[in-house]
């Protein structure tokens, strides 16, 4: 009998109170290693604030999260980095006047002291993102759609067991975003867990193994693709916001 591995990551009971909002509210699920998971939900559902709670942005309020079975809680977003933890912003800024490699140097240098091997490790990346042939442009001059794949390569430069994408298809073309799933395919192929915030549902049905639906920070759903789309509530939910 093979042993069940254990989960990833664990999110327990986690709420995190704004005043008397209730940005999370006890919100539970865990990821198996490898897998992609779509966490969806109207806006301001509480998606970027899970986001922030498991990364260590902000305490939560309650509950607990474990990471490769240690327990996250009090830790800085820089050591949850270290033990392979690391996430996108919705809003991207590079740091415009840096290079495009020295941008992901910056992410590389996370893992090691030495700036040659930082380099080294940033050309790497910046070849799994296809942007190579942008390394020595200015990170500023970047058109959106490169700036999203620059945030990625940059995250990957820190070494990550698992990865969490706040809306990176958000402002894309059609074009941009395809470019945007291979590259979450080709990432999931090279052996590391995702967790994704998308609002494109065509997307993220694609892409993910497994969804979470959030809605007025509560979990509303979860499941496979299938069964989460047709869940009467979760179609509900989306129609209260086509309305708003
Ligand atoms: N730092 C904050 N202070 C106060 N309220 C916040 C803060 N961050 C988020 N919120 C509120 O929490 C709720 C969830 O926001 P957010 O997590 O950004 O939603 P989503 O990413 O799903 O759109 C919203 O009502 C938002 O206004
Ligand atoms: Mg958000």
Redesign the pocket.
Known sequence: MSAVPEPILEIKSVSKF??G?A??SDVSFTMDEGMILGLI??????????F?CITGY?PPTKGEILFKGQRLNGMTPDQVCKLGMVRTW?KVRPLAKLSVLDNVVVGALVRTGSVPEAREIAREQLHVVKMAHKADFLAGGLPIGERKKLEVARVLATKPDLLLL?EVMGGLNPAESEDIIQLILDIKKRGLTQMV?EHDMKAIMRISDRIVV?NS?EKLAEGAPQEVVSNPEVVTAYLGEAHV
């Open positions: 704004f005043g909002l940005a999370n939900g109207p806006n301001g559902a509480g998606k970027t604030t899970l922030n902000y919705q706040d915030i959030l920070g």
